[in-house]
């Protein structure tokens, strides 16, 4: 079955310590991207990658880093600078950057709570 | 700034009744609207895109339309069931020079045996 796995599906952090977050796809999708989805809100943007080796930022990237070293995995990381990093971590893919045609993949995602 | 407006937020009605759910954008010039659907805890599962040029899509019991030029999207559910309860969330690609997706906050449905 091809899609997006996500783990751990539950993740604890200490203030102060830097967490991964992994997504790792096996649809062939060129595009992958973080969102952050807290309550009452929408979900928001992160970071998006379109190919290999490259990545953009998104609306809240600050407190947190990525790297695209392989088409099929789009690590997250979340820093000690982020301040408040308890919320609910999607992540998603496509066929090309638009989404267009093909629509997006989203994970099932990974809770991390700050402890 | 595209923003995206979802009323109401939550929503019940017994099983069997049909519903529409409403999204709206402040910005037309739009590449697509999606719709899409998340049960608690889980991530999103795609329902339906709608490109710019079209009017509507359909899906099984379901069918989107979408009027650009007032801003406006409708998620029609026929014939409701108990499954269908979750929270339905549209999303919005702008036209030109803003590949992501902008998210309404969502209309939590639930559907009452």
């Known amino acids: 079955d091809g899609g997006i796995t996500q783990s751990p599906k539950y993740l604890f952090r200490k203030e102060g310590q830097n967490v991964t977050l992994s997504c790792e796809q096996n649809?062939?999708?060129?595009?992958m991207y973080w969102y952050r989805q807290d309550p009452g809100q929408g979900l928001r943007l992160i970071y998006y990658s379109q190919i290999v080796n490259d990545f953009q930022k998104g609306d809240i990237a600050e407190g947190y880093s990525v790297s695209r070293e392989k088409k099929e995995s789009f690590p997250l990381t979340v820093t000690s600078a982020q301040k408040n990093p308890t919320a609910f971590y999607l992540c998603a893919s496509s066929m090309n950057l638009r989404g267009t045609d093909y629509g997006y993949t989203f994970g099932s995602g990974t809770r991390l709570t700050v402890v | 700034k595209q923003e995206v407006t979802q009323i109401p937020a939550a929503l019940s009605v017994p099983e069997g009744e049909n519903l529409v759910l409403n999204c709206s954008f402040t910005d037309s010039a739009i590449y697509n609207l999606q719709w899409f659907r998340q049960d608690p805890g889980k991530g999103l599962t795609s329902l339906l895109l709608i490109q710019s040029s079209q009017r509507e899509q359909t899906s099984g019991r379901l069918n989107a339309s979408l009027d650009k030029s007032s801003g406006r999207s409708t998620l029609y559910i026929a014939a409701s069931q108990p499954g269908d309860s979750a929270t339905y969330l549209c999303?919005?690609?702008?036209?030109?020079?803003?590949?992501?997706?902008?998210f309404g906050t969502g209309t939590r449905l639930t559907i009452i045996p």
């Open positions: 999303a919005v690609e702008l036209n030109f020079g803003n590949e992501k997706l902008t």
């Open positions: 649809l062939n999708h060129d595009a």
